[in-house]
């Protein structure tokens, strides 16, 4: 049955990813249609993120008082109709801007419970000894989504515009949600005490406080995901303008657009393909802290070079860098959560690493319109390979290297009697 439902997760998640591929490429193409601002295309990413961080924080108990997986397809349920908003009004000729900010808010909303949710599922299916595998694997159907999705997604765009991709977009949300559906029942989330069966205002407050414990008894994990809030900062500003650089600098249309994203999906398969070959990595800090320097150095380079070629290249080296850290802090998180705080946890995990992206988008936005998308690049690549080589000194980070079990024995005993005290 575990088996069945990890393959059923995979399934579900690599319908999602599939299917975003088709609506972000729609919606941003058809922002950039409407107005012709740089400023609009970080606008809709503001619109999107403002909500997400918002319930991460406020719905981050959710996931472990809810049953997970009817929860994920609900949360699926409200995309699938947040996308039919624009597709309707684009039929029906009466599509306007608010349109999209509204249904990227919506999904943006949604988003932000659908996978942290997802990795709280994960440990309760895989095997607890191969869970960077696990991770890797399903970042790799995710990665092999992305791979097909922006693609095609490029080529149906320029032949027949943006809707008919939202429509591909609405129909794997439809897949998905039935695949949830038909996944055997999984065990509820511990419940240590009957009164977390209950509701009170100040035990979901307390609740969600849990979240934040994780980060305080492992003050290393919380600066990982700092480094990582600082790396998607800049990696949305430089792709929340992949729109005017493919239309501006390059002089090409919605096919460059996701060829360019398909590289990039094609990297991250190398990537993820390298770390299942490798199995369990020790020397942690050095790989994930690397890669996220590696990727900051190439993309200011990227900046200076006005080419398609090397932008195809500069992607997919990023893409391949990528899971080295991805994978890891996933696995990391597995290991180390309680099993019982894996929702909210993982809730707070995504807040504080996408904390910066709103903020990012626009204004990277701001900076491409004052001084040219060229100069975005330059500085969005130099900034977390700045914060990189910093993090590289602190000896704090130096406990998520060797053996995860020291580690684990190492906090259980100095937390005794109790790790997480209000949440057990």
Known sequence: MLKRSYYGLLSTISLSAFGDAFGLLAMEWLVYDLTGSKLAMGALALSSGIPELLLRLLGSPLADRLPRVRFMACLAAVRLLAIALPLGMGLAGQLQLWHLFAAAGLSGACAALFMPTAMAVIPGVADSRKLVRAFAVIDGCKGAAALLGPALAGVLTAASGALPALSINMLCYTAAIATLLCLPKLPAPAKPDTAKSSFSPSLYMREIADGFTFYKQFPAMFTIMLMASVSNLSSIAVWTMMVPYVREVLHRDAAAMGTLTTAFAF??????????????????????????????????????????????????????????????????????????????????????????????????????????????????????????????????????????????????????????????
Not at 382 to 392: E, I, N, S
């Open 267 to 424: 990297g991250t398969l190398v990537g993820l393909s390298i770390i299942s070959l490798l199995g369990e990595i020790t020397h942690r800090r050095l790989v994930m802290l690397g890669s996220l320097g590696t990727i900051g150095i190439i993309t200011s380079i990227w900046g200076l070079i006005p080419s398609f070629p090397f932008a195809l290249a500069a992607v997919c080296v990023s893409g391949a860098l990528g899971p080295f850290f991805g994978s890891l802090s996933s696995s990391l998180h597995g290991r180390l959560v309680p099993g019982n705080l894996q929702g909210r946890v993982n809730s707070i995990r995504f807040l504080i690493g996408g904390s910066l992206t709103p903020f990012g988008a626009f204004a990277g936005g701001a900076i491409a319109e004052a001084y040219g998308v060229p100069v975005l690049f330059l500085a969005a690549g130099l900034l977390p390979a700045l914060f990189a080589a910093a993090a590289m000194l602190l000896p704090g980070l130096r406990m998520l290297d060797g053996d995860l079990s020291v580690l684990e024995a190492r906090h259980l005993q100095s937390n005794k009697p109790s790790a997480y005290p209000r949440a057990l």
